[in-house]
């Protein structure tokens, strides 16, 4: 099975390529809602964030609260580095099952969408790294429109994440998504007819 690392940044528009690939019928593995399955269910996952954190980040349910833990997490890098030693590997162990799944239907290709690629080290799971790139300033003006931020909390989590200048250098596809939705869906389709043979 090839695959693909969809990645970006916060306000690229990577769900916006996700959404196009699952369109066309390529199964999409998403990161963030394997983390927020874990942080809802896993019962392991569960006691071992609060035997690390506490028991202040649970909510009324017994499940993580995310937005306390978010909140806390983005102002506190060593906080941060801790959760992710946590959570990713019990993320990507959860994602390759579900690929393993997808192999005996019979799926050819398949997505890892994953916010944090580069970050975690999760390029060494993939074939191919495609980044949906934006310029920064549109980046910052594109979160503030869509979430409920301040300037200075759009700021923390777009420096929570590694630049999108230093992700393209890193990509072998990248796909800039500055521009409106239909001229992103038009490079996506040259991209995928040309290498992949893919043709609508």
């Known amino acids: 099975m090839f695959t693909i690392g969809l990645t970006g940044g916060i306000g690229s528009g990577k769900s916006t390529v996700a959404q196009w690939f699952k369109e066309h019928g390529v199964p999409v593995l998403d990161a963030d809602k394997t983390v927020h399955r874990l942080l809802q269910t896993d019962s392991s996952t569960i006691s071992t964030l609060v035997h690390e954190f506490g028991p202040e980040i649970l909510g009324e349910n017994g499940e993580i609260n995310r937005t306390k833990l978010g909140s806390w997490i983005f102002c506190n890098e060593d906080a941060r580095k801790r959760l992710?030693?946590?959570?990713?590997?019990?993320?990507?162990?959860s994602m390759?099952?579900?690929?393993?799944?997808?192999?005996?239907?019979g799926a050819k290709f398949c997505v890892w969408d994953v916010p944090l690629l580069f970050e975690a080290g999760?390029?060494?799971?993939?074939?191919?790294?495609?980044?949906?790139?934006?310029?920064?300033?549109?980046?910052?003006?594109?979160?503030?429109?869509r979430d409920k931020l301040s300037p200075a909390e759009v700021e923390a989590r777009i420096a929570?994440?590694?630049?999108?200048?230093?992700?393209?250098?890193?990509?072998?596809?990248?796909i800039d998504n500055s521009g409106s939705e239909s001229e992103t869906e038009r490079q996506l389709e040259k991209i995928w007819e040309k290498s992949y043979g893919y043709n609508r």
């Open 160 to 174: 929570a994440q590694a630049s999108l200048d230093e992700k393209r250098k890193q990509a072998d596809v990248v």
């Open 122 to 145: 999760f390029e060494k799971f993939v074939n191919e790294v495609w980044v949906v790139w934006v310029p920064r300033d549109l980046q910052i003006l594109r979160v503030l429109a």
């Open 96 to 105: 390759k099952d579900e690929q393993a799944a997808l192999r005996n239907t």
């Open 84 to 93: 992710e030693r946590i959570v990713h590997p019990r993320v990507v162990e």
